[in-house]
């Protein structure tokens, strides 16, 4: 594979936020064929579907961006979270190995116990705390043992400029309300989701595509709360934003209080340098309010 190759690209879960972030990004990256494929066109949770696009379109990079993502409500959806996260991940996979082509999966900080003192590496031991999270991990499991020359890229409080997301209703929630609180209590690194799929294809673009395991995240980790606050800073808005704890805002899944990613390895490795995480807020926020000009 050379920097001038083109490829055919894959991407399922084509509606999502990161599959809608790689559709407007791949227009930057135009020398690719590329199937923007959502759930309707590939369920990725039917092997003979998986098998048969595979064997029609012949993709030679899948970019797995489908997941069941409804972290609380995979507590009581189990079987379809682990269909959807895990057991495809390894259809999806075993398709890519079998016709030669290569899958980049995409995974959660999740994974992880969330409750470390610096940020994860790599490496470092799984521990998830969730069904979702749980589902996740075996979706790595799955995708390295079908596909061992696959990448993952772990990420984490993933947002964008359309779909369900904390930015999208903060803003929306700061139009309404004189006050809203956030937990100040939880530390993370925003993703946006232009970013990630800017780092995937430029990986591709350098056509050395290292097998393993890496992180990806806007640089800087902050609070809920602080994020809230840049959110509300940017929108010029007179709402208050109030510090409140984990435990004034119970959730079916106790989300983690530290979730904290090491990039070092996705910058040494590719040279990909993550943008800083207020940077990108602007950005979205910017493109959010042009789009409702
Ligand atoms: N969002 C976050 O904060 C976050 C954090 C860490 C990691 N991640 C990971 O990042 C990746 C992208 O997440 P995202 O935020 O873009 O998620 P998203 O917006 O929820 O998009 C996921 C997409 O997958 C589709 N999908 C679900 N089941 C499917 C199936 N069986 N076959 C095909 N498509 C299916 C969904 O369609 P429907 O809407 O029709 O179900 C949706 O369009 C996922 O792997 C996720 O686990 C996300």
Not at 100 to 112: K, N, P, T
Not at 144 to 173: H, K, Q
Not at 270 to 276: A, E, L, R, S, Y
Request: overall charge negative.
């Amino acid at each position: 594979m050379s920097l001038s190759t083109p490829m055919r690209i894959l991407v399922t879960g084509a509606d999502g936020q990161l599959g809608r972030a790689l559709r407007s990004e791949s227009v930057r990256h135009a020398e690719h064929e590329y199937l923007f494929a959502d759930r309707g066109m590939l369920p990725i949770d039917e092997p003979d579907r998986v098998r048969a696009l595979f064997s029609e379109w012949r993709p030679t990079i899948c970019i797995n961006a489908a997941a069941y993502t409804a972290v609380d409500r995979a507590e009581t959806e189990v079987e379809q979270a682990y269909r959807i996260n895990a057991a495809a991940v390894g259809w999806l996979a075993s398709a890519c190995r079998d016709s030669g082509a290569r899958l980049m999966h995409v995974s959660s900080d999740y994974v992880f116990r969330g409750d470390a003192h610096r940020p994860y590496l790599e490496d470092d031991p799984t521990d998830p705390q969730s069904v979702y999270g749980a589902s996740k991990r075996q979706g790595e499991e799955s995708a390295l043992r079908e596909a061992p020359d696959c990448l993952i890229f772990r990420t984490s409080w993933v947002y964008y400029e359309e779909g369900t997301n904390f930015v999208r209703t903060m803003i929306r929630l700061m139009r309404e309300r004189a006050s809203v609180g956030v937990v100040a209590d939880q530390w993370g690194c925003p993703t946006y989701a232009r970013d990630l799929a800017d780092c995937l294809l430029r990986i591709i673009d350098g056509g050395r595509l290292h097998p393993g395991i890496y992180h990806f995240c806007n640089q800087g980790a902050i609070t809920w709360h602080a994020f809230a606050t840049a959110i509300r800073d940017i929108l010029e808005s007179a709402c208050e934003v109030r510090a409140i704890t984990t435990a004034e805002y119970p959730t079916p899944v106790r989300r983690p209080a530290y979730s904290v990613l090491d990039t070092t390895r996705i910058r040494e490795t590719f040279g990909i340098v993550p943008p800083q995480w207020r940077t990108s807020l602007e950005e979205c926020m910017h493109r959010i309010q042009a789009a409702s000009a």
